[in-house]
């Protein structure tokens, strides 16, 4: 795919140029990283149908495999692409600001609490842009989590707020945060449903264990010291299934500098694009992971989730009984916890469903 470079915006014939010297961009969504975009892409080819907005992505996820294949896969694309290669908050601010100054739109949406988002919000609340944040109100309630601090930092700044539950909704009023707040449902159901229904063709190019349990790990608090990644180690050879681990480079890069290999039990592939990672979580058995969006898709799809954290932002998915905590501190075996979380009875997505449409209604209302 083609993505603008960064010096366009000055060419001629750039649609992104002739677009906002007609003045008619009124929107602008930023994303930066892997799971923004595809939480985003529904959303985004709606409001790309309206003529009035731009997607910028920041770059900062740049590798092949943690961006292109899923704006192909997802079938949108960014308008301009910053191409920062960093998550360095104040050289992504920075980078935005040189574009929002030049563009000035009314409204920036921004999603999550990544150091894309929320570079975003300050940088909306700079060039004084109606902010509005999609997946607002989450909370795991420590914020030694950096992206715990960011939610709050882009919820405090947000002018429209959008949880996705009314247990966020919640959160939210603890905070006192309680004008222009409403319930949209999360963004991830429809786009992982509908996804994961043409998965199904990453058959043929799987040869995969009759039984196998999927990983993913990629949080600082798991995975940037070395006494973390020895207990995840450890914990992953006392269970006796084979594992899949599509490996998030963060965490590939400190395996090799601390020099640790995975036991024969795991199958280590490079980062998954979103069909090929949609087919595996289908036909495991039980997901083991620390990603926020992957607990959300687990549910939705209906296969057990264990969480290796000690907090979890995803509080519904706990209270259904769908997931546990497991934090690779605990000195009992993972695997125990495994064996009972294979049976469990997921029958409820506590996210809703056709959340992108009812989101654009919200969304033409507030930038009418
Ligand atoms: C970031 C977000 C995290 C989110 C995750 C989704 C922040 C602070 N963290 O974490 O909330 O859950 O994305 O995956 O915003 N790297 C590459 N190629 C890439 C991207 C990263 O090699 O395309 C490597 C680099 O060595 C980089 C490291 O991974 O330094 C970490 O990347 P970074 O974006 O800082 O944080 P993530 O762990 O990806
Ligand atoms: N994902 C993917 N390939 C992988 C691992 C994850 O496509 O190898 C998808 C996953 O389905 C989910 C999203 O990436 O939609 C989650 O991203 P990540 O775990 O990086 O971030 P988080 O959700 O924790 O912010």
Not at 26 to 38: H, L, M, Q, W, Y
Not at 60 to 78: A, G, R, V
Not at 207 to 220: A, E, N
Not at 263 to 276: D, R
């Amino acid at each position: 795919m083609i993505l603008y470079p960064r010096n366009t915006m000055n060419t001629p014939n750039n649609p992104l140029k002739m677009q906002v010297e007609k003045n008619l961009v009124d929107i602008v969504t930023i994303a930066g990283t892997r799971p923004e975009i595809i939480k985003l892409a529904d959303l985004v080819q709606l409001l790309d149908g309206q003529g009035n907005h731009a997607l910028i992505y920041t770059g900062q996820h740049y590798s092949d495999n943690m961006k292109s294949i899923f704006f192909d896969e997802l079938k949108i694309k960014p308008d301009y692409d910053l191409r920062c290669d960093t998550s360095d908050i104040a050289t992504l601010k920075e980078n935005m600001l040189k574009f929002l100054r030049e563009i000035r739109p009314p409204h920036i949406l921004v999603y999550g609490d990544t150091n894309s988002s929320l570079a975003g919000a300050l940088a909306a609340k700079e060039v004084g842009s109606t902010l509005v944040h999609i997946e607002a109100g989450l909370r795991c309630f420590d914020l030694s989590v950096p992206e715990e601090r960011a939610r709050i930092k882009i919820d405090s700044t947000s002018d429209y707020l959008f949880p996705p539950t009314e247990l966020a909704r919640t959160f939210l009023s603890y905070e006192e945060i309680e004008k222009n707040v409403t319930v949209t449902g999360n963004l991830v159901v429809d786009v992982c449903r509908r996804l994961a229904k043409v998965a199904d063709e990453y058959g043929r190019h799987y040869d995969l264990p009759d039984k196998y349990l999927l990983l993913t790990m990629h949080r600082q608090e798991n995975v940037d010291e070395r006494d973390r990644l020895e207990m995840l180690r450890k914990h992953l050879s006392g269970i006796d299934h084979k594992i899949i681990f599509p490996i998030h480079p963060r965490t590939k890069n400190n395996l090799a500098h601390y020099g640790i290999t995975l036991p024969p039990n795991v199958i280590a592939i490079e980062p998954a694009g979103y069909l090929e990672f949609l087919y595996l979580l289908k036909n495991c058995r039980l997901v083991m992971t620390d990603s926020g969006g992957v607990q959300e898709e687990a549910i939705v799809l209906r296969r057990p989730c264990v969480t290796l954290r000690h907090v979890s932002e995803r509080w519904e998915t706990l209270l259904l009984k769908a997931n546990v905590l497991f934090p690779l501190h605990r000195r009992d075996p993972l695997s125990n916890v495994i064996e009972m979380m294979l049976d469990a009875k997921i029958d409820r997505n506590p996210y809703g469903e056709n959340v992108a449409g009812r989101m654009l209604q919200l969304i033409k209302q507030i930038t009418q």
